[in-house]
């Protein structure tokens, strides 16, 4: 391998792991407005006397912001591999023998317990799930709180 052919290599593995740390800050952004955008919903239809059935239109956002994020994870999943590939590639080709080995050490799953990795895949990996099932029970909750309407 020559000289530019390795630090083409480099340079497009800083480039993944630019577009990777992005994903990571798209991913964190969209759950943000998630979250804002159903309690804003909820404050409105309880203070507004909004129909509960708007609360429904939460549904529809939920949906919107998870096919967002899932376009992102695919993405993602992408690089990722790719950086795997490329670390493995400068690795075989440097001459000191070493590389970076991030994607290497988040691929091998080294967390603090055990345990702790499945139960915090299983919690994000249905935010989406929780959400939509927390929208239905507020409006639930509102439609039983208010309670017969007048005809």
């Not at 990571?24 to 507004?48: H, N, P, Y």
Request: glycine share 6%; charged share 20%.
């Amino acid at each position: 391998m020559s000289i530019s052919d390795y630090s083409m290599e480099i340079e497009e593995y800083k480039l993944l792991q630019g577009k990777l740390d992005r994903i990571g800050e798209f991913k964190f952004l969209v759950r943000g407005w998630t979250v804002t955008l159903a309690t804003a919903l909820f404050v409105a239809i309880l203070s507004a006397k909004i129909p509960s059935a708007f609360a429904l239109f939460g549904l529809l956002l939920v949906g919107l912001f998870y096919f967002l994020e899932t376009e992102q994870a695919a993405h993602g999943i992408a690089y990722s591999r790719r950086v795997v590939r490329l670390e493995q590639i400068l690795l075989l080709n440097s001459a000191s023998k070493q590389s970076p080995s991030i994607a290497q050490a988040l691929r091998d799953g080294r967390r603090t317990g055990p345990h702790m990795g499945r139960v915090t895949t299983w919690v994000c990996d249905r935010f989406y799930v929780w959400v939509a099932l927390i929208v239905v029970v507020v409006v639930a909750l509102i439609q039983f709180a208010a309670g017969p309407r007048e005809p």
